[in-house]
């Protein structure tokens, strides 16, 4: 099984929209394809892909081909790159997933697109546990029911409940919307709803885990759903919700790793979706089932492209309309309710249907057996579908009543993707019908059976049609369906034809046994069921028959030359272009795959003529289907589109298939399979619309058994055989299933097709077909005379199996049909075959009777001799093998006391011989004489019970004669004796049987009949025939005539009535009716067979109960007959080496039938010990290859057969089988029998598998764990049919190791590694008096590993791993690897050289967080990383083996508990295998042993460290979500750790803590860590435990004890540790592994290795510059070492486990194990790993100015204004809450602050977190360390004074990732993106460069705020700020004070030069005046000051002007006067009052 796990891919180009993208896969020419995805940055497919490979393995030269291409474009458009895999890894290495990230894709010229995926190849090789068989889609079946035994696993995976865990990690939100929010987030996991804590700001810092467990099956989590919300907690409830996200578990479960790892998630308004995305929150989710380890989560780096690592929901974009029209042939009620007209109800039915989550039901309808609904149903699509099944039920009533049939319709069969050819064809939508669709659903039988399995029965079908129309779904759910839309469905569907149904039953075999008669019932839909009253009867039972024993086991139906022949016809829609489209593409597809097996299996130049004939083939199939799809209507979309598709790709492959290949023949075979492949693809029809075929086993009136065949399969179509179907008129073998189990095997011969095409069924029937009627007359014996009266209930006629019937004389022929002779007697001798049939031994029972006299003596009774009486103390005879008990009588339910002769009367049948005289049965409660006694109630009775003691009230007593008769070797078989009894030959001459009174008689109604008359016979009845004859022949088959009642024709003359015959009276209240004519198919002459069974063995057989071995044995039955192998005993592989020979087997029909489909051969395996039955442990069910001509004969090829027992897998079997046709011209004498050998039949030799010698050498270690008290354990190792038994350990307690490890155990093997048995493994314990009970087994599987070739005689067998490769292999490889030495220790100079200046001052964690592969984090810049960190456990490593190169560990269970199943081991074995080849001479010596140099096994005493790191993920324990982690260290009975040392409330603890305990291994060899939750009130609560076997550390050979350190120094922080310095541990290494000692010399800068000379300044080009580098010598050695593949200094990573929840992870520990043993001295001096402290910092921060700051106020004049203040704090500190002072009256958006903030707080430098110590409620015991990113945030304010104030902006600065600022704040721009590409909202197209304040120290610049408007985020306003860190010792030594306060220094801050309006206006009144009015209206003060004035002159003026004129009117010349004569004017003064007076 190769299976390709395709992950996710990268198109950079993506955009979203357009045509999604999938990826193609094609492997040996087999393509398989991904879901198709939308077309996004980053798809996620996690998807597998699986090619089944059978016994074709893997080899070095297969690739694998991927494409990535758009859905539904052709090629090479389409195509976005292509990439071709190498699978040689996987050969070399099964084991060893191949794992590809980010594998770039190329175009056709081979050129880079772009585009990357990421996969994951894994190999499983044919045979191992995880081989399991994928079927393709749209697989043709090959047969009508699977061709193994249905076996009774376990549940599917599927459908078994498990135990799942989801984890959710919420990390951080991302430009939330909202101004000043404190957002809290809500999760909802199912149905538990979890919270955060609650944040500030706009980009919070959670992260925080929660854990939710669940207990469903997959599907059933996969629908459950994940739900986030953003609240802000500041908001009303109406306005909290910020945005939400959800999605299905399902969708996580699918992902690569279960797990997806830093997912931007964006949230969307519920109630509108329209604005887009209202933030982003990221997420890390995970999905863990039992027995799987959490992911890695990898941090994604700074710049990585967010965009390609966001989740968006998918849009619906289409709606998924189901229209239910009506239904058809719904069941009845159940159970009926008989009313009065004696008619059964219906049903009040509705339909379900089930898709996507959304469940809608229809109406209930009254009750109808055609109910009518007429509604239609939406669903939301998705495009791509995600959900593929639409589920559809028929519901009896209510929706919740139970559901009575189910249907499914698949979207991938309804629709395509385009992607079937490489070029690509348009898609289309899911479509169907309109179309009937069938329903299957369990039926209950009117004798109430349960045995009847689910899902097989026909309950009706269901009228629907499915469209989908584009766009958005409106809401709708349901609606009604228009009139006229009923009209137009009805009008468009197929007319309606009548069909008929034939079938021919050759066979019938493992019937179940009994008295009970046996008939098959073959039914289409409602047509030919008995049960069912709504149709007309028909022909469709077969007659009733005994089942008879086979001779050895099973029992099948005497039918031999007559063949009973079921006949059904039926009406309905004729479909037939469907059908042969359908057939004409599956023939296609079995011509082609027979093709391409025959080509896979071709070698040289056979595969030229097979391509071309395949070719030749190829193009005439697909001509042929061509021609018929060019013609097919389309009445449906569906067919117009399947059409469409199907016309394209044959004609492509038509036109490809013309011309042979131009690379070679070799390129064909990928070729086809990709053809066949595609082809398969489309050979499937959904709307076929007649149901299937059932076949029924019926046992008296119950159903016990069924089996389908799909009506397509066996469809006639007169367009030729081609469009007929695979098994049409063909014998296939059908297994008929009930209650889970087989419940028989059946050859039978069908053919369906249109009743006007049934001329030409005959051909099909290789028989003769006879019809007659059959009735049965009934007599009894009363008063000596045999008469029909008193029956006793029986009716006067009736049919065989006793149900009342019609006189012969009222029976008529069906219409179209007439008598053909008269009515003849004619017993059926297969209903009169009695127990001793097929029996070699028969043990003859007969009972003497007396009875007490009178004078109390005992005489002989009134009836002397029986059969048996009731109450017999014997119970039934029970027949097994050859052997069965009889008492005279056939069966023992038949003894009832009847009479029979006297013993010494009792005579020997012929053919038979007395093995032994009548003898008196002494055993039971008898006395000595073998009497038994009772006393009789009333005169004549039977004794109520017996007694083994005489009493004198007993009046009876009986004893009991057995004798013993066999069958005489010398007579004919029972074979013989059958056919003769049924008189095969002239049985249907009407001349031979007619006058004849042949009567069968019998005891009692009911009982077996016989046709001689016995003594106590009371009835008999005779069988009266008459055949009938169509009336007109015509071109008509005449079966599908016997539909429906007689015709009403008068009696004839030759219809006798005799006196004697009476009216028919039986039970029924109903009259007889009308009885259905029987069928035969009279085959004349039979074929021979010859059926050879070549068993040679079982392997892996699992015991029943508990008990640890079996006595297995093998029956094998073929069609009648049957026989077994010898038994066994004691093993679970089994070599029988026996070949069952199966003489002249009977075959009827045409030979070359049985070739191409012979019958099956059933093997079933039963444990034997005991005696009776025995206990079934298997079953497997095989093909035989036929050969009709023995000349061309070839020794068929052992074969590996799987075995299904009650629990599931039981093993296999490897076997053969072949079926010879015995001729007439003696060829089959020719074949060489098989050889005899101790008294069987063996396998020939070239059959058998070669045996060769070979040496199982085995390392027997010890036992470890073993449970319970046990006190000498030893070993059995049982192979091959050879046993190696271990010395018992004598002091367990003591020393768990053997006293001898190494033993050789000689023994033959297959040489081929298939055939080769596995190792079982059991361990005894040595009690009392010789008791050995065993202890535990393991089985060792897949030998190949273990197979090793000595030097000189080539390479090491091919294998996962070797178990040694040996000191030359090792050496080879050292050998190669030396000379790279120097190569790699000259890259490393510069590196070292650079680092070892300040090498004395770095700590541990220097190494750690280097090696996490952040050196920021560490004290030194190193050139490379000095300590090793692995993701998983150092056994887990495949690099090291699993630590289990020395010996590995088996798990030891009970008996019947294996591996794979939930068996606990009790125990395991430490050892390892190796086997290898030795010489068949005894003369040559066998090579060395393997096993040798091995280290003393005695107990040591190791002094143990472990180191503590940390841990991570762990489980929330307490209310808070958190936990308080301690570590305790347990080995053996020393424990370590304090309660008080807990580390609280945290789920990543850093512990840090080494723990060092002494031990002794192995005795205390498990090493167990556990961390618990400290509780106030103990006991505390068990997190998690991680179990380290430090044996396996100890002895591997990879020096697992002490890791290597990177550097030899003496001392200081980086001391050596270990025991040994590194010269010794060379010399050591070199001694364990066979190797030369190294030579050093004498200044050590040398070493001779081998031939190998490596020099010092190889590595070191100068001496070291740092502080004790130790002795050239011992670096040199150190070097060395390194190159040697030894555990380096490590760091592991181990999962924690909790027995709460068995299998599921609790978390994972860092950590790591130094084991010193005390015999190699005192270790070093350990590590310290203290956990750093936090360091005090202090952020000094200085606001200087502030730009274009939104205005928030508007002042009295109407100015835009802001009175700005800046808060800022550093996130978690929100105490520390720091204001400037207040920029009034800012009125453009300036500010001027020259304030410092300052702020204190602890951080962890190495990882850059600020630590944040808080109590959380006061009653919290301990406080709860934070830790979130140093992160500045600063808001700008608008002050108010009578309301609150108004918030600006913000600007949030994370000091570790500081963007660069603006040296100007014209330069400050934001630059928004769509998607959180960086945690800053002005990143632009090009990513800005980002620094650490923590190594600048320094910085300043603009930077901008931002603020939420609407749906986005604009620039608001702009800060000048310098940001400066500091140490606490720093600023102590550079005081400054917070705002301007002293010191203020560095800088100092001046007091901000602000304009002079700058002020709070109720300070100043006037200045306000001033500043508010003047200034900013002093132009318009002055031109009104203006204005005024020009009004006051004007005002004037007007005042004086009419004074003015008055004067000028008055004295005109005054002017003159007074402008005149000045003089006059001074001179007169006196004359001035006088004018002004006169005036």
């Known amino acids: 099984m190769l299976r390709l796990l395709v992950a996710s891919a990268r198109v950079p180009e993506a955009t979203g ?69 190498s699978l040689e890894q996987l050969v070399a290495n099964p084991g060893l997933p191949l794992s590809l990230s980010h594998m770039p894709l190329l175009d056709p010229r081979g050129q880079p697109t772009g585009c990357t995926v990421t996969l994951r190849c894994s190999y499983v090789p044919h045979g191992t546990d995880g081989d399991v068989t994928v079927p393709l889609q749209g697989q043709v079946p090959p047969r009508a029911v699977s061709p193994g035994p249905p076996q009774r696993p376990n549940k599917p995976p599927a459908r078994r409940k498990e135990d799942f865990q989801v984890r959710v990690r919420v990390i951080e939100g991302h430009q939330l919307q909202g101004n000043d929010i404190k957002p809290v987030v809500t999760v909802l996991i199912g149905q538990k709803r979890f919270r955060t804590r609650i944040q500030t700001g706009n980009n919070p810092y959670y992260n925080e885990v929660f854990w939710q467990n669940f207990r469903r099956t997959p ?215 309109p179309s009937f669709l069938p329903f299957y659903g369990p039926r209950s039988d009117p004798a109430r059976t349960s045995s009847t399995d689910a899902g097989l029965a026909y309950r009706g079908r269901v009228l629907l049609e499915l469209s989908t129309h584009m766009g958005t779904p409106d809401g709708r759910q349901r609606g009604a369906i228009a009139p006229e839309d009923v009209t137009r469905v009805q009008r468009h569907l197929p007319r309606c034809r009548r069909f008929g149904l034939c079938g021919v039953f050759y066979s019938a075999t493992m019937v179940p046994p009994g008295p009970e008669l046996l008939r098959f019932e073959l039914s289409l839909g409602h047509y030919g069921d008995t049960s069912d009253v709504t149709c007309k009867p028909t022909a469709s039972v077969t007659p009733h028959c005994c089942p008879l024993f086979d001779g050895n086991r099973y029992h099948y139906l005497p039918w031999y030359g007559d063949k009973p022949v079921a006949a059904v016809t039926s009406c309905w829609e004729d479909a037939g272009d469907r059908w042969d489209t359908l057939n004409l593409l599956r023939s296609v597809c079995r011509r082609l795959g027979d093709n391409v097996a025959e080509l896979r299996d071709a070698r040289g130049d056979t595969r030229g003529d097979i391509g071309r004939r395949l070719l030749r083939q190829l193009v005439q199939d697909c001509r042929q289907a061509l021609a018929r799809l060019e013609e097919q209507p389309t009445p449906t979309a569906l067919d117009a589109h399947l059409r469409a598709v199907r016309l394209h790709l044959l004609r492509h492959v038509a036109a490809t298939a013309a011309e042979p290949p131009r690379a070679g023949w070799d390129t064909l075979l990928p070729t086809a399979e990709g053809w066949l492949r595609r082809v398969t693809a489309l050979a499937v029809e959904p709307q076929a619309g007649v149901p299937d075929v059932l076949l029924w086993l019926l046992r008296g009136d119950r159903r016990v058994a069924c089996a389908r065949v799909p009506a397509p399969d066996i469809m006639f179509s007169p367009s030729g055989p081609g469009a007929c179907g695979r098994f049409c008129g063909r014998i296939q073998t059908l297994f008929l299933v009930g209650s889970g189990d087989i419940r028989a095997q059946l050859r039978l011969r069908l053919w369906l097709g249109r009743v006007a095409n049934s001329g030409d069924l005959s ?21 000596g005379k045999w008469g029909p009266r008193g029956l006793l209930g029986c009716p006067c006629f009736s049919d065989s199996a006793g149900k009342a019937g019609l006189p012969r004389h009222r029976i008529r022929p069906p219409r179209g049909w007439r008598w053909d002779g008269p009515w003849t007697v004619e017993p059926q001798r297969r209903l009169l075959l009695d127990a001793e049939t097929n029996v070699g031994e028969v043990l003859e029972e007969v009972y003497e009777n007396e009875s007490r006299q009178r004078g109390g003596e005992w005489a002989p009774a009134a009836v002397t001799s029986t059969d048996v009486v009731s109450g017999r103390r014997h119970g039934g005879h029970q027949r097994w093998g050859d052997t069965s008990t009889s008492g005279l009588s056939a069966h023992p339910l038949l003894q009832s006391g009847a009479a029979v002769p006297p013993k010494e009367e009792v005579a020997c049948p012929q053919g038979w011989h007395i093995a032994d005289d009548w003898h008196v049965d002494a055993t039971g409660a008898v006395d000595e004489a073998g009497w038994e006694y009772g006393a009789s109630v009333g005169a004549g009775g039977v004794p109520p019970a017996w007694h083994s003691t005489e009493k004198t009230y007993h009046t009876l007593r009986r004893r009991r004669w057995l004798r013993t008769r066999r069958r005489d070797p010398g007579t004919q078989g029972p074979e013989q004796d059958v056919v003769t009894f049924l008189r095969l030959v002239g049985t249907h001459s009407p001349d031979a049987a007619a006058g004849t009174e042949t009567w069968e008689y019998g005891s009692l109604w009911g009982s077996r009949f016989h046709l001689q008359p016995r003594l106590g016979d009371v009835c008999r009845r005779r069988c009266w025939h008459r055949t009938m004859v169509p009336t007109q022949p015509g071109a008509r088959a005449a079966l599908f005539l016997l539909e429906g009642t007689s015709s009403k024709e008068d009696v004839t003359e030759d219809d006798e009535t005799p006196a004697a015959e009476c009216p028919a009276r039986g039970s029924s209240r109903t009259p007889p009716k009308q009885p259905m004519p029987l069928i035969l198919c009279t085959f004349q002459r039979p074929n021979f067979f010859q059926l050879r069974c070549y068993i040679f063995q079982a392997l892996e057989l699992a015991p029943r109960a508990t008990k640890t071995t079996a006595d297995p044995v093998a029956h094998v039955s073929f069609v009648y007959v049957s026989q077994r192998t010898r038994v066994l005993p004691g093993t679970l592989d089994p070599l029988w080496d026996q070949t069952l ?58 074969q590996r057969y799987p075995l299904g027992g009650p629990g599931g897998p039981a093993g296999e079997l490897l076997a053969a089988f072949e079926l010879l046709h015995d001729t007439e011209d003696g060829a089959l004498a020719q074949v060489t029998p098989p050889p005899w050998r101790e008294g069987v039949f063996s396998v020939p030799q070239g059959i058998r598998p070669l045996l060769r010698l070979v040496a199982l050498e085995v390392l027997a270690w010890g036992l470890r764990g073993l449970r319970g008290s046990v006190r000498a354990p030893s070993l059995e190792l049982h192979c091959g049919g050879q046993t190696l038994r271990t010395p018992p350990i004598l002091n367990l307690p003591a020393n768990p190791n053997f006293p001898i490890n190494a033993f050789l155990l000689p023994l033959h093997l297959p040489a081929e590694e298939e055939y080769v048995p596995p190792i079982w493994l059991r361990v005894l314990d040595t009690r009392e008096f010789g008791y050995r009970p065993m202890v535990g087994q393991a089985c060792v599987r897949g030998l190949g590993r273990y197979y090793w070739l000595p030097p000189g005689q080539g390479k090491t067998h091919p294998g996962p791993a070797t178990p040694s490769s040996g000191s030359a292999a090792l050496w080879g490889r050292i050998r190669q690897m030396l000379p790279r030495i120097a190569a790699e220790g000259a890259g490393d100079k510069a590196a070292e050289e650079e680092e070892e200046e300040d090498e004395d001052e770095d700590d541990w964690w220097s190494k750690f967080y280097a090696a996490m592969g952040d050196k920021a984090k560490s004290q030194r810049q190193t050139g490379r990383d000095r300590l090793k960190i692995y993701s998983c456990e150092l056994e887990a490593l495949p690099e090291f ?73 762990l489980p929330p324990k307490d209310r808070n979500r958190l936990c308080d982690p301690y570590v305790c260290i347990s080995l053996g009975k020393k424990k370590l750790g304090q309660r008080d040392q807990y580390v609280p409330n945290t789920l990543e603890p850093v512990f840090g803590r080494l723990f060092e305990v002494t031990g002794t291994i192995p005795l205390e060899k498990d090493l167990r860590v556990t961390l618990l939750d400290y509780d106030v009130v103990p006991p505390d609560q068990e997190i998690g435990t991680t179990t380290i076997d430090l044996e396996n550390r100890l002895l591997s050979r990879y020096r697992a004890n002490c890791g290597l350190a990177a550097r030899y120094r003496t001392t200081g922080p980086g001391c050596w540790r270990d025991q040994l310095p590194p010269s010794r541990i060379l010399e050591h290494f070199a001694h364990t592994r066979g190797l030369p000692a190294p030579e050093f010399s004498a200044e050590g800068t040398a070493v001779t290795f081998g031939d190998q000379t490596i020099l010092l300044s190889q590595f070191e080009s100068y001496p070291p510059v740092h502080q004790h580098p130790g002795p050239p010598r011992e670096r040199l050695a150190l070097h060395v070492l390194h190159r040697c593949h030894l555990v380096p200094e490590h760091l592991e990573t181990r999962s924690l486990y909790n027995s709460t929840q068995p299998g599921m992870e609790q978390g994972k520990v860092q950590m790591w194990v130094d084991v010193f043993p005390s015999s190699l001295g005192s270790p070093g001096p350990p590590v310290d790993i203290t956990p750093r402290k936090p360091q005090r910092y202090e952020l000094r921060c200085v606001v200087w100015n502030t730009r274009d700051v939104d205005m928030g106020d508007v002042n009295l004049i109407g100015q835009q204004m802001s009175d700005i203040y800046v808060m800022g704090w550093l996130d978690g500190l929100e105490e520390q809450r720091q204001r400037t002072d207040i920029h009034y009256r800012s009125l453009q958006g300036d500010g001027a602050f020259n304030w410092r903030f300052v702020f204190s707080f602890q951080c962890l430098a190495a990882e850059e977190l600020c630590v944040l110590p808080r109590k959380e ?168 000051l203006a204005l005024l004035l020009l009004l006051v002159l004007l005002l004037t003026f007007v005042y004086a002007t009419p004074g003015y004129l008055a004067m000028k009117l008055v004295n005109p010349l005054e002017s003159w006067r007074f402008g005149g004569g000045q003089r006059h004017a001074a001179a007169r003064p006196s004359a001035s009052p006088l004018i002004k007076s006169h005036l």
């Not at 009790?1466 to 040798?1492: M, N, T, W």
């Open 1817 to 1984: 409620h006061f009653w919290s015991l301990d406080p709860t360390v934070r830790k979130v990113p140093p992160k500045l945030i600063l808001q700008v304010w608008d002050n108010d004074k009578f309301s609150a104030d108004d918030f600006l902006g913000v600007l949030e600065l994370e000091l570790s990732r500081l963007p660069q600022p603006a040296q100007q704040p014209q330069n400050c721009t934001p630059n928004p993106q769509r998607t959180p590409q960086s945690p800053w909202p002005w990143r632009g197209t090009r990513v800005p460069s980002q620094f650490s304040l923590f190594r600048q120290k320094r910085a300043r610049g603009w930077w901008p705020c931002t603020v939420q408007d609407g749906n986005k985020r604009r620039l608001s306003g702009k800060l000048e700020l310098s940001l400066e860190l500091l140490t606490a010792k720093e600023a102590e030594e550079r005081p400054a004070g917070r705002g301007r306060d002293e010191p203020n220094m560095y800088p100092k801050l001046l007091p901000p030069v602000r304009p002079e309006w700058s002020f709070l206006w109720l300070q100043a009144p006037l200045r306000t005046l001033r500043y508010g009015i003047w200034r900013q209206h002093r132009g318009r003060i002055s031109l009104g």
């Open 763 to 783: 051909q099909h029937l290789e028989g003769t077909l006879h019809v007659y009627a059959e009735t049965y007359e009934n007599q009894t014996k009363l008063l």
């Open 17 to 85: 929209t357009g045509p999604g993208v999938h990826v193609s896969a094609r492997f040996r020419g087999v393509p398989r394809s991904t879901r198709v995805l939308p077309a996004e940055r980053s798809p996620t497919w996690n998807e597998t892909l699986a090619w089944p490979l059978g016994t074709c393995p893997l080899r070095p030269t297969d690739t694998l081909t991927l494409r990535l291409r758009r859905w539904g474009q052709p090629a090479p458009q389409g195509v976005l790159g292509a990439a071709t895999v």
């Open 1441 to 1513: 083996e699993g630590l289990q190169d020395f010996c590995q560990t088996f798990p030891l269970y009970l008996p019947g508990g294996h591996s794979t199943g939930d068996d606990d081991p009790v125990g395991e074995f430490k050892g390892l295998f190796c086997i290898y080849p030795l010489p068949e001479d005894p003369a040559v010596s066998p090579p060395p042993r393997h096993f040798q140099q091995l280290p003393p096994s005695q107990p040591q005493k190791c002094l143990v460290r472990v180191y503590v790191v940390r841990a991570f993920d």
């Open 1141 to 1198: 020979l199966f003489q002249r087997v009977l075959l009827y029909g045409d030979p070359r039938g049985v070739r191409d489909e012979p019958p099956m051969v059933v093997v079933e395996v039963f444990d034997q010990d005991g005696g009776g039955a025995g206990a079934f442990l298997g079953r497997s069910v095989c093909a035989p290859q036929v050969w009709l001509d023995m000349g061309q004969r070839k020794p068929p090829r052992l």
């Open 219 to 433: 599907a059933q989590l996969a629908a459950e759903l994940i739900v986030f919300q953003v609240l802000d907690s500041r908001a009303t409830r109406a306005k909290a919700l910020i945005g939400i996200f959800q999605l299905d578990i399902g969708t996580v479960y699918h992902a690569p790793g279960r797990s997806l790892s830093w997912k931007w998630l964006s949230l969307q308004h519920p109630q509108h979706p329209e604005t887009g995305s209202r933030g982003y929150l990221r997420v890390s989710l995970a999905v863990l089932r039992a027995g799987e380890t959490a992911p890695e989560e990898e941090a994604p780096a700074g710049d990585e492209d967010v965009e390609a690592n966001l989740l968006r929901p998918s849009p619906c974009v289409a709606t998924l309309q189901l229209r239910v029209y009506r239904a058809e042939d719904l069941p009845q009620a159940e159970p009926p309710r008989l009313p009065v007209g004696g008619k059964r109800g219906f049903v009040a039915a509705a339909v379900r249907v089930c898709f996507a989550g959304r469940t809608l039901c229809t109406r209930v309808m009254p009750p109808d057996a055609n109910p009518a609904w007429n509604e239609v149903f939406f669903f939301p699509l998705r495009l791509p579908p995600i959900c593929d099944e639409i589920q559809l039920a028929i519901l009896s009533g209510s929706r919740s009543s139970k559901v009575l049939g189910t249907a499914t319709l698949r979207l991938s069969q309804i629709s395509s993707a385009g992607a079937e050819l490489e070029e690509g064809t348009p898609g289309f939508l899911p479509c169907f019908g």
